[in-house]
């Protein structure tokens, strides 16, 4: 059981646009910033979002992230088969135990 | 560029310590916060914990009884022990690099990871 909430899986059409979202509590994404992770099948995790809503170097314009209270969302425009990938959210936790905690993932398809 | 590599026994029999080293090149592992994750296979990501060279750390409460992380400067290695182990800790096991501040959540550099598992 993850402590942020994703829905398991999300799917779109090449061209178009997909939103995943990622539930937490005040402790975590109300109270901090949250960053979103882009694994590709057999790769390791990449950062794709940061600081809520910005982008690393590199990281194309069509991925969006935005944050509203205890939770958080990536939008995906202009979909493209490469972007078929698993999707993390994640966020500081200052509960009794301060440490990072993770949503389970969502497992984007482009069809 | 920034880089991370794990190493490690690939195998650990159960009950055993597990110990893993992560060997930065291209940034100094004295100026940042470097992080463990795991992940089991067809799951998500678990976030270990984090260390400083200063020896700050952060834990998964989850984990906490059964981690030590450290930090060797003069390899500009971090390394991670679980002890104890379990069927249950077979993962593959990532380093990276950071959060910077305990507000973030932001692991700017990860390595390719290590597949460990724990069989008798």
């Known amino acids: 059981q993850s402590v942020l909430t994703q829905p398991p899986s999300a799917s779109g059409t090449p061209g178009q646009g997909v939103t995943i979202s990622c539930s937490g509590a005040g402790s975590n994404i109300g109270s901090n910033t949250v960053s979103w992770y882009q694994q590709l099948p057999g790769t390791a995790p990449k950062l794709l979002i940061y600081?809520?809503?910005k982008r690393p170097s590199g990281v194309p314009d069509r991925f969006s992230g935005s944050k509203s209270g205890t939770s958080a969302s990536l939008a995906i425009s202009g979909l493209q088969s490469e972007d078929e990938a698993d999707y993390y959210c994640?966020?500081?936790?200052?509960?009794?135990?301060?440490?990072?905690?993770f949503g389970g993932g969502t497992k984007l398809t482009v069809l | 560029q920034v880089q991370l590599q794990e190493s490690g026994p690939r195998l650990v029999k159960p009950s055993e310590t597990l110990s893993l080293t992560c060997t930065v090149s291209g940034a100094s592992i004295s100026t940042y916060y470097w992080s463990w994750i795991r992940q089991p296979a067809g799951k998500g990501l678990e976030w270990i914990g984090r260390?400083?060279?200063?020896?700050?750390?952060n834990h998964n409460p989850s984990l906490k009884s059964r981690v030590t992380m450290s930090v060797d400067t003069s390899k500009n290695q971090s390394s991670l022990k679980l002890r104890s182990v379990t069927a249950a800790d077979t993962a593959v096991y990532y380093c990276?690099?950071?959060?910077?501040?305990?507000?973030?959540?932001?692991?700017?550099?990860w390595g390719q990871g290590t597949l460990v598992t724990v069989s008798s």
């Open positions: 994640a966020a500081w936790d200052d509960s009794l135990n301060r440490n990072v905690v």
């Open positions: 990276a690099r950071g959060p910077m501040t305990a507000v973030t959540a932001d692991l700017d550099y």
């Open positions: 260390i400083y060279s200063s020896g700050d750390t």
């Open positions: 600081n809520n809503n």
